[in-house]
């Protein structure tokens, strides 16, 4: 079996992905803590005004716009979690079994075939859970759900891309 080499075209797919989902997860989770800073800083704002204007209405204990979008990138944060980590768990066991395609007595253009598949049904989900944050942003219902559908798609068609390289070894 060749060793996990960064010169491997299925691992170097890999981690170039997982880079960007992670940075994508860090994104949301940054958004997440200035809108709830915002918020924070808003309410005491909203309470100083308050203290000195002791008649307050309905309309000063509403959330305001930005607890509701710290709530928001909250959920998306969630769900990129709940998403991500099955995707890579699928992901790991294909990059290590396209590594033993490598030294396998098939075809040599198997190999390559193996790594444009494998590289592009990582590269579609990768590519789904970018649309799903902005779709889920904006509040975009019917579209966010077919997005996430196409991200769960990619993840279970990586799935059973792996089970047939390992009989084809």
Known sequence: MQPLILYNAVLQGFVYNVFLLMFRVFIAAQITGVSKMIDTMATKKKQKQGVNNSDSSLEDQKPSSWAS??????????????NVLPFIMIAIPYVIVSTMSYNSTTD?????????????????????????????????????????????????????YTIICMYVL
């Open 108 to 160: 040599p253009q198997y190999s390559l075939w193996n790594a444009i598949v494998g590289n592009i049904l990582m590269a579609s989900f990768t590519l789904s859970r970018m649309v799903y944050f902005f779709m889920y942003w904006f509040n975009l219902q019917p579209w966010r759900t077919l997005v996430w559908f196409w991200g769960l798609l990619s993840t279970v068609s990586l799935g059973i």
């Open 69 to 82: 979008r710290a709530e928001l990138a909250g959920n998306i944060h969630r769900n990129d979690i709940e």
